[in-house]
């Protein structure tokens, strides 16, 4: 079993909302489509002109999330970052 598929597995039968993964080793030649989990937006980013490193976030899409390109990733290098939005209902 590929590594990627172990992780479906894996995000599917924890039941997980956002998943974090760090030294992907992804690069330009791997395609989105191959790092893709069903049912969640992905946000990538690989380590240019290296070997080893990158990160990928996923998270749910029934959360409503948007990447965040607020922080300077000069200063982190190998680092992501998005906003998820929620609602929290009050009890009374």
Do not use: P
């Not at 290296?50 to 998270?59: A, D, H, P």
């Amino acid at each position: 079993m590929q590594k990627i598929d172990e992780l479906r597995d894996r995000v599917y039968h924890n039941g997980y909302d956002i998943v974090g993964v760090v030294e992907t080793w992804t690069h330009s030649g791997i395609a989105d489509a191959e790092m893709a989990v069903d049912g969640f937006e992905m946000y990538r980013v690989d380590r240019i002109g290296q070997k080893g490193g990158g990160v990928i976030l996923y998270v749910k899409e029934s959360l409503k999330s948007a990447r965040d390109n607020t922080v300077n990733e000069v200063l982190f290098e190998d680092c992501i970052w998005c906003t998820v939005q929620v609602r929290c209902q009050i009890r009374s």
